[in-house]
């Protein structure tokens, strides 16, 4: 009786984590998807036709700042349980991280630009690309790194579980400036010295940054894993890039889904880091005895029943976006409304066996999950998407 009394408590508190925690801070991440949907979609059709490369190389770009920032979320929340920072912005761990966080965002843009060169050979518009790529990311790691911290440290300040709001916060914020930035700095890019001074000043702050971290053999270490981990997801989002890019005729087709891109993969990509961030501090904490158990199943159906009502309300939002920003026809899907929760479920079990793995394998599962399921999610989400549209052309 007394053990029923625990499991009925246990599976109540999941589900108020899960509605009353998780749900919001996905919802709000939702709507700030809508933002970069927005911009992606009104310029869908002058990026697929005038900057194809931008295609090949976006998914990557949000996804690895999504990777980078979310799993240095992660860290932080791991960090803070065993008290290795003190719950403070201006603790000098807080600042040395951000700093790592940038030196990781422009390694990756590099392999992904090339990948993205190679495939659509246009020298001007790489080396255009190029530059353009690189100071948004500058500009893109600092806000980043910044959030990062303000959405760890104070909901941990505050009682509330980092793991179940920092990571999906945090990865909705790398979609909503990605897409605004590198189309600002498509616009500003032809006003040479405007573009010039904010380059210098990008890398001055930076210099500064870096005089002020004190790397140690631990941050090195810490470096050249989640390097060689980010390096290799940059090579598997080209083949979301690739993907968008190949289909991105069937896709503009369907106008809603170049509104809707950014959500679906970022809502996919945040449920299976809720679930990966969860399970690495339970292996840092406690361990976990038994892989397959009745709560990782409840929690990963919980969860997984998130993307219902989030899927109906990213539909609505896409809907009228387009009607208003595209004046192009838009309406309810229900074949992606119905099966998306189903879809979500197994992106889940994929978080929760990669930290599993990532952990048997002597990694760090705080700098593995949520890199590789974000990544994969983007794989799926598009192909998913690439899937409903195609249902939807006939």
Same mark, same amino acid.
């Given at each position: 009786m007394a053990l029923k009394i625990r499991e009925n408590s246990i599976t109540s508190g999941l589900i108020k984590d899960a509605f009353l925690v998780s749900f919001p801070a996905l919802l709000l991440c939702l709507l700030l998807d809508f933002f970069a949907g927005a911009f992606l979609g009104k310029f869908f059709t002058l990026i697929r036709t005038e900057y194809p490369i931008i295609l090949v190389i976006l998914p990557g770009l949000m996804g690895m700042r999504g990777n980078i920032f979310g799993a240095m979320a992660s860290r932080f929340s791991t960090m803070l349980y065993l008290g290795e920072i003190s719950p403070s912005l201006k603790d000098r761990n807080v600042l040395k991280n951000i700093f790592l966080s940038i030196v990781l965002s422009l390694i990756p843009v590099l392999l992904l630009w090339l990948v993205g060169a190679l495939k659509v050979r246009n020298v001007d518009v790489a080396i255009a690309v190029l530059l353009i790529v690189l100071v948004s990311t500058i500009y893109a790691s600092l806000f980043l790194g910044t959030a990062t911290a303000i959405t760890t440290v104070l909901p941990y300040k505050k009682g509330i579980d980092p793991d179940s709001v920092a990571a999906p916060i945090i990865t909705s914020v790398a979609d909503l400036i990605t897409i605004p930035l590198l189309v600002g700095f498509i616009l500003l890019y032809p006003h040479k010295q405007t573009f010039i001074a904010l380059t210098v000043v990008s890398i001055v702050i930076l210099g500064i940054l870096r005089g002020y971290s004190k790397l140690n053999r631990e941050d090195l270490k810490f470096l050249r894993e989640l390097l060689t981990i980010i390096g290799g997801l940059a090579l598997l989002s080209s083949i979301t890039g690739s993907l968008l890019e190949s289909y991105s005729k069937l896709i503009?087709?369907?106008?809603?889904?170049?509104?809707?891109?950014?959500?679906?993969?970022?809502?996919?990509?945040?449920?299976?880091?809720?679930?990966?961030? *969860?399970?690495?501090? *339970?292996?840092?904490?406690?361990?976990?005895?038994?892989?397959?158990?009745?709560?990782?199943? *409840?929690?990963?159906?919980?969860?997984? /029943?998130?993307? /219902?009502p989030l899927g109906i309300v990213g539909n609505v939002i896409g809907m009228e976006l387009t009607k208003l920003l595209l004046h192009r026809k838009a309406e309810i899907i229900p074949h992606f409304i119905l099966l998306y929760p189903v879809f979500v479920f197994s992106v889940l079990w994929f978080a929760y066996f990669l930290a599993i793995v990532a952990d048997r394998a002597k990694l760090d599962p705080d700098n593995v999950t949520v890199p590789t399921i974000t990544t994969l999610s983007d794989v799926f989400s598009t192909l998913f998407i690439v899937g409903i549209a195609k249902i939807v052309v006939g």
């Amino acid at each position: 009786m007394a053990l029923k009394i625990r499991e009925n408590s246990i599976t109540s508190g999941l589900i108020k984590d899960a509605f009353l925690v998780s749900f919001p801070a996905l919802l709000l991440c939702l709507l700030l998807d809508f933002f970069a949907g927005a911009f992606l979609g009104k310029f869908f059709t002058l990026i697929r036709t005038e900057y194809p490369i931008i295609l090949v190389i976006l998914p990557g770009l949000m996804g690895m700042r999504g990777n980078i920032f979310g799993a240095m979320a992660s860290r932080f929340s791991t960090m803070l349980y065993l008290g290795e920072i003190s719950p403070s912005l201006k603790d000098r761990n807080v600042l040395k991280n951000i700093f790592l966080s940038i030196v990781l965002s422009l390694i990756p843009v590099l392999l992904l630009w090339l990948v993205g060169a190679l495939k659509v050979r246009n020298v001007d518009v790489a080396i255009a690309v190029l530059l353009i790529v690189l100071v948004s990311t500058i500009y893109a790691s600092l806000f980043l790194g910044t959030a990062t911290a303000i959405t760890t440290v104070l909901p941990y300040k505050k009682g509330i579980d980092p793991d179940s709001v920092a990571a999906p916060i945090i990865t909705s914020v790398a979609d909503l400036i990605t897409i605004p930035l590198l189309v600002g700095f498509i616009l500003l890019y032809p006003h040479k010295q405007t573009f010039i001074a904010l380059t210098v000043v990008s890398i001055v702050i930076l210099g500064i940054l870096r005089g002020y971290s004190k790397l140690n053999r631990e941050d090195l270490k810490f470096l050249r894993e989640l390097l060689t981990i980010i390096g290799g997801l940059a090579l598997l989002s080209s083949i979301t890039g690739s993907l968008l890019e190949s289909y991105s005729k069937l896709i503009d087709s369907v106008a809603i889904f170049s509104v809707m891109y950014p959500m679906v993969l970022d809502t996919t990509g945040n449920l299976g880091s809720i679930i990966g961030a *969860k399970t690495s501090t *339970k292996l840092h904490l406690e361990g976990i005895e038994k892989i397959i158990n009745l709560d990782i199943l *409840k929690e990963i159906t919980v969860y997984s /029943l998130l993307a /219902l009502p989030l899927g109906i309300v990213g539909n609505v939002i896409g809907m009228e976006l387009t009607k208003l920003l595209l004046h192009r026809k838009a309406e309810i899907i229900p074949h992606f409304i119905l099966l998306y929760p189903v879809f979500v479920f197994s992106v889940l079990w994929f978080a929760y066996f990669l930290a599993i793995v990532a952990d048997r394998a002597k990694l760090d599962p705080d700098n593995v999950t949520v890199p590789t399921i974000t990544t994969l999610s983007d794989v799926f989400s598009t192909l998913f998407i690439v899937g409903i549209a195609k249902i939807v052309v006939g």
